[in-house]
């Protein structure tokens, strides 16, 4: 089976959840780390003066979180955990520290899983805090009050976990990124990345392949 | 503490103060301020707070006196009180929106305000107000372009008592002290207001704040959580680059993922 090409790595969906996701963060990040820090406002500058940059930020903070709340229904479903994701847990998957264990996983690796709650919990709380931000009238003094370090904080965690999951997703694991730009992978990752997808994939007779 | 050139400010002396609000009117004039229209609350107090178009108020405290007359005022001159840690230059995202002049008093800019509220909500003083129609924040800014000239604020030139005092800052406190007065509200308080009080009565009879602070919340958000970011950042970064330089790319070969 070596050598073969499977296209459906990924549904039209997922990507379209994926990439709305990655590119109204980063415009959020661009637009929101040029507001947290004033020698940084070329930030600003380039979306239009500091209004222009506002107004962006509301408008692909509103596309974040629809593409959260879409990225959340698609992908629950395949991010429970499960006992073999007990033995992926003890080395770390290999990830960190190279190792050639293999673990009969199924669509996400245990860490990609503590990255799907990771991004739904900051998301969830930078996107309420910048609902309350966004109408601070609407609201008591108090609650705006609390809401500017929170959603600075959820930002934070939110840019760390996108350099981490860059980087896993690219440079760290060549053949992994193509999965969700083009859906298209070797059988071989898909056999050693997801085995017990492919099979299943397989036995219904869904894996496409060319 | 910041040091200014010569720092020019207001000692208020609400004893002298008749509530003739001759220095509403003053501001009104020289900033050139539309009327707003407010209806009678049963009070002589009004407007009822300080808006995009008050930018100064005296403000009615009533208290019961025992007597058959049975009220006594503490009036309190409201308006911007210039602080020098102030919370709204701290919050402020767009460059010069807020600035320092040179006095030491803190102005604005409508023209680079974007209209975020930060100001608005973090303010101890609870004093820039937002306006809907220009979609901008508007305070006191201690006539900055009276003060630049050699004149004094409107309101304190309007003054007939000599309730608003203005001056050299530390001419004033010592002024002020000369005169008896124990607790100057203003002198330490935010590393030092621009506009202080001689008080007659507690602060909080007063409707001030006993002890202004800038919110924790904005400490948090701008002493730690910032700085966290300026290095958590770069730092996440270069580890990243650190771990692709030690371990390099996980190659999947083929056939290898065959193996069951």
């Known amino acids: ?210 | 503490m910041v040091e200014f050139k010569t720092q020019k400010a207001f000692m208020i002396y609400p004893e002298k103060c008749t509530a003739c609000r001759a220095c509403q009117v003053a501001c009104k004039n020289w900033n050139q301020l539309p009327a707003t229209k407010t209806i009678n609350r049963g009070t002589f107090e009004n407007p009822p707070d300080m808006d995009p178009f008050n930018y100064t108020k005296i403000k009615f405290n009533e208290y019961g006196n025992g007597s058959d007359y049975g009220i006594k005022w503490l009036f309190l001159k409201q308006q911007c009180l210039h602080c020098t840690e102030a919370t709204c230059m701290i919050v402020c995202p767009s460059n010069g929106a807020l600035y320092r002049t040179p006095e030491g008093a803190v102005a604005f800019n409508p023209e680079k305000c974007i209209g975020c509220k930060y100001c608005v909500m973090t303010c101890p003083f609870e004093v820039p107000k937002f306006s809907e129609d220009t979609k901008t924040i508007s305070k006191c800014h201690l006539c900055h372009d009276r003060m630049a000239n050699g004149l004094s604020p409107a309101c304190a030139k309007a003054c007939p008592t000599g309730a608003i005092v203005y001056g050299d800052r530390d001419k004033l406190i010592a002024e002020a002290k000369a005169q008896g007065a124990q607790n100057i509200y203003g002198e330490n308080e935010l590393d030092g207001l621009h506009v202080m009080y001689v008080l007659a009565d507690s602060p909080d009879k007063y409707g001030l704040p006993v002890n202004p602070k800038v919110p924790m919340t904005v400490v948090l958000w701008k002493r730690f959580i910032k700085p966290l970011v300026k290095w958590g950042i770069p730092l996440t970064a270069l580890a990243v680059l650190l771990h692709f330089w030690l371990h390099g790319p996980h190659v999947v070969s083929e056939g290898k993922g065959g193996e069951k």
């Open chain 1, 1 to 210: 089976m070596a050598g073969k090409i499977v296209t459906n790595g990924s549904t039209a969906l997922e990507k379209i959840g994926h990439w709305a996701l990655v590119i109204s963060c980063v415009i959020c990040m661009i637009t929101g780390f040029g507001f947290m820090f004033r020698s940084l406002d070329i930030f600003q500058k380039i979306f239009g003066l500091p209004h222009g940059a506002k107004t962006v930020h509301h408008f692909f903070g509103l596309v974040f979180f629809i593409s959260l709340i879409l990225v959340f229904l698609i992908w629950v479903k395949d991010c429970g955990f499960d006992s073999e994701d007990i033995k992926w847990f003890k080395v770390f998957g290999g990830y960190i520290i190279r190792t050639d264990q293999h673990f009969d996983l199924y669509k996400f690796n245990p860490g990609q899983k503590i990255f799907f709650y990771y991004t739904i919990i900051f998301g969830a709380i930078v996107s309420i805090t910048g609902y309350i931000m966004w109408n601070p009238f609407a609201w008591s003094r108090g609650a705006v009050q609390l809401s500017y370090p929170l959603h600075a904080l959820s930002a934070f965690m939110f840019a760390l976990g996108f350099i981490g999951h860059g980087y896993l997703g690219s440079w760290a694991n060549p053949g992994s990124l193509s999965v969700i730009t083009s859906g298209r992978v070797t059988r071989a990752w898909c056999d050693h990345h997801r085995p017990r997808w492919t099979r299943k994939m397989v036995k219904e007779g869904k894996l496409k392949e060319e």
